[in-house]
């Protein structure tokens, strides 16, 4: 390349596309020779995050039985059918109670504390009966994963529509691994996650740069995950990206 830094504008809109994307278009043939570096220097994403998606399992519950002196699961892990989204505490609260009513399960909200308490249809059953939470529920509700509780219990943290997660973190496939924790990993940028809307929008004039671990592009792929490192569940329908790079070759 002659050029000794470019801009490069990179968006999807087409409806059902997936968060992670990649991108592939004729200007994307880039030889890079000497040492490179890109940094994201503006993001925009028009995305609602699905809390639940469909196939992730929510409880277990377990019955006491006496023959044995044990507990035991009473049925298969219950797995949501279809994608679910909140938009309020109340509505997740009330979505729940909604989905698990089959289970004789119903929370209730302590709005001093936005703790939730655990409840049963049947008080006879209550004591015979235990429930336990898998990862992305017990974050939603303030419970703690995988541990069994008894009916009444109340949440150990306040209930959290998105489950502990504050950022998004953005990958690239274009980029040397760098140290992020404890661990190393292609991380282009960090952006906080705009909870009271469905659409984020940062720039930024002095961007994270990275190397660049590639001498040939012909595609770039974006990752987005949540703190977990977990791909993000997003409704396709209404999904927008566009992200500007910004590349500059390093000083001789």
């Known amino acids: 390349m002659s050029v000794e830094s470019f801009y490069l504008n990179l968006s999807k809109t087409q409806g059902k596309m997936d968060f992670d994307q990649i991108y592939q278009d004729a200007v994307l043939n880039i030889e890079f020779d000497d040492t490179w570096?890109?940094?994201?220097?503006?993001?925009?994403?028009?995305?609602?995050?699905?809390?639940?998606?469909?196939?992730?399992?929510?409880?277990?519950?377990?019955?006491?039985?006496?023959?044995?002196?044990?507990?035991?699961?009473?049925?298969?892990?219950?797995?949501?059918?279809?994608?679910?989204?909140?938009?309020?505490?109340?509505?997740?609260?009330?979505?729940?109670?909604?989905?698990?009513?089959?289970?004789?399960?119903?929370?209730?909200?302590?709005?001093?504390?936005?703790?939730?308490q655990i409840k049963h249809f049947d008080n006879t059953k209550k004591k015979q009966e235990k429930i336990c939470f898998y990862n992305k529920l017990s974050g939603l509700l303030g419970f703690l994963p995988n541990k069994r509780y008894n009916f009444d219990d109340v949440g150990d943290f306040p209930i959290d529509l998105y489950g502990g997660m504050r950022n998004v973190y953005i990958y690239s496939s274009i980029i040397k691994n760098r140290r992020v924790s404890d661990v190393f990993s292609p991380l282009l940028q960090v952006i906080p996650l705009n909870q009271q809307s469905n659409i984020s929008h940062f720039s930024y004039k002095n961007p994270q740069y990275?190397?660049?671990?590639?001498?040939?592009?012909?595609?770039?792929?974006?990752?987005?995950?949540?703190?977990?490192?977990?791909?993000?569940?997003?409704?396709?329908?209404?999904?927008?990206?566009?992200?500007?790079?910004?590349?500059?070759k390093q000083s001789k």
Do not use: C
């Open 37 to 116: 570096y890109v940094g994201l220097t503006e993001i925009f994403i028009n995305a609602k995050i699905v809390q639940l998606p469909r196939g992730t399992p929510l409880i277990r519950k377990y019955f006491y039985l006496d023959v044995e002196k044990k507990w035991l699961p009473l049925a298969k892990p219950y797995v949501t059918k279809h994608d679910i989204s909140f938009n309020s505490l109340q509505q997740l609260v009330e979505g729940m109670n909604d989905v698990l009513k089959h289970f004789e399960i119903r929370f209730m909200l302590f709005n001093n504390t936005n703790k939730i």
């Open 210 to 248: 990275v190397i660049v671990d590639k001498k040939l592009i012909t595609d770039i792929k974006i990752y987005f995950r949540d703190h977990t490192a977990e791909e993000i569940s997003v409704n396709k329908e209404s999904l927008y990206i566009y992200l500007v790079l910004h590349f500059f």
